[in-house]
């Protein structure tokens, strides 16, 4: 994961070192202002999960600075701790919290509390960053989903096309043999023949289909094939010699 990103912000450059040795660690990214107008720029440019801001500083005060971030709606929501090197009276810290600071620390610092403090907001930061990304992969798995509802849709719609051209195939193959036929023998040779030149015509338009289910499977037509010829087998048994009546029956699958 990216460092965590805080601010530092104060007109004296040791105030800022000092800070700055504090807080160092791997996963943390330190910016430093040394005014009220730097700041804002920074945080323009970079989501930070914290600001330390001196109260007293030349031009913009702290509290100033605090609310125009609070006016900014990409900054309202970055929590900020006063840091103070006076007494914080009633007053004060209520002139604070208005403006939108958390918390106010005392000078001279205590890097114990400092450090307690701001790790707080390090882990409220690193959740949201995680929440974020879990986010993030949950919607191109519900894209993926969705490409693959689509794709099976579109497979669905060529396989249903096809097996309906099969039937119609298969049905003008039946009319043509029971009309050439002398009997059910004929018959029933001749459909196998014709069915058989069907499958391997159909092999030749099979194979993509075939991929992109990944599953092997016969072709329905030759399936189709071997249950006719049992069908015919048993109207052997039923049925005279007559071409006019295996017209009628040919005719009636």
């Known amino acids: 994961m990216k460092p965590v990103p805080f601010i530092l912000v104060d007109d004296l450059e040791e105030n800022l070192i000092s800070l700055e040795a ?42 100033e600075l ?26 004060r810290r209520f002139q604070g919290y208005e403006a939108g600071a958390v918390d106010f620390i005392q000078k001279p ?3 114990g509390i400092l450090r307690s403090k701001v790790d707080v907001f390090f882990e409220l930061y690193r959740q949201r960053q995680q929440l974020a990304d879990q986010r993030d992969v949950l919607a191109r798995q519900a894209e993926a989903l969705k490409d693959a509802a689509r794709h099976k849709d579109i497979l669905l719609r060529e396989i249903n096309h096809r097996i309906k051209n099969l039937f119609s195939l298969t049905a003008g193959l039946i009319s043509l043999s029971a009309k050439s036929a ?72």
């Open 22 to 63: 504090l807080l160092r660690r791997e996963d943390l990214l330190i910016l430093k202002a040394r005014s009220g107008d730097e700041a804002l720029e920074l945080l323009l440019q970079h989501d930070v999960a914290l600001a330390l801001v001196d109260v007293q500083m030349p031009g913009l005060t702290g509290f």
């Open 66 to 91: 605090a609310e125009l971030m609070r006016g900014n709606e990409r900054t309202r929501r970055i929590p900020i701790i006063f840091v103070t090197a006076g007494s914080a009276d009633g007053q």
């Open 109 to 111: 610092i205590e890097p």
């Open 182 to 253: 002398n009997n059910v023998n004929d018959l029933v040779s001749e459909l196998r023949l014709r069915m058989q030149s069907l499958a391997r015509a159909h092999e030749l338009t099979l194979p993509d289909l075939m991929e992109k289910t990944a599953v092997r499977r016969p072709p329905r037509c030759q399936h189709f094939s071997k249950h006719l010829s049992l069908r015919m087998k048993t109207w052997k048994a039923l049925v005279s010699p007559s071409q006019a009546r295996m017209y009628l029956l040919a005719e009636a699958l």
